[in-house]
Nanobody
Framework: QVQLVESGGGLGQAGGSLRLSCAAS????MGWFRQAPGKEREFVAG????????RYADSVKDRFTISRDNYKNTVYLQMNSLKPEDTAVYYC????????????????WGQGTQVTVSS
């Protein structure tokens, strides 16, 4: 059983930055998703197990960066140029195979961490 634990959420200001972390063991493809109130869970970013492949949603491209440190068993989501519409609960997730952008593809999920961006 894979355990995923997110941290680093909180309150940020528009134009500011936050970094999320996800503690995860194993050679899995990792993804970050988010869910705002009343909306469906949406893909944010994904990274292959060796870090060479990354994929981003258009809404966060050039603002967010996903990375991983396999020695520390940690995946990061660096969020820059934050916008109020980035406010959501952010989840990390794990899967085998290729980096995908569908929530249904991911087998393991963390409990989520709240990110709130004020204008």
């Amino acid at each position: 059983q894979v355990q995923l634990v997110e941290s680093g959420g909180g309150l940020g200001q528009a134009g500011g930055s936050l970094r999320l972390s996800c503690a995860a063991s194993g050679r899995y493809v990792m993804g970050w998703f988010r869910q705002a109130p009343g909306k469906e869970r949406e893909f944010v970013a994904g990274i292959g197990w060796n870090g060479r492949t990354t994929r981003y949603a258009d809404s966060v491209k050039d603002r967010f960066t996903i990375s991983r440190d396999n020695y520390k068993n940690t995946v990061y989501l660096q969020m820059n140029s934050l916008k109020p519409e980035d406010t959501a609960v952010y989840y990390c997730a794990a899967k085998n195979g290729l980096v995908g952008n569908g929530a249904y593809e991911y087998d393991y999920w963390g409990q989520g961490t709240q990110v709130t961006v004020s204008s």
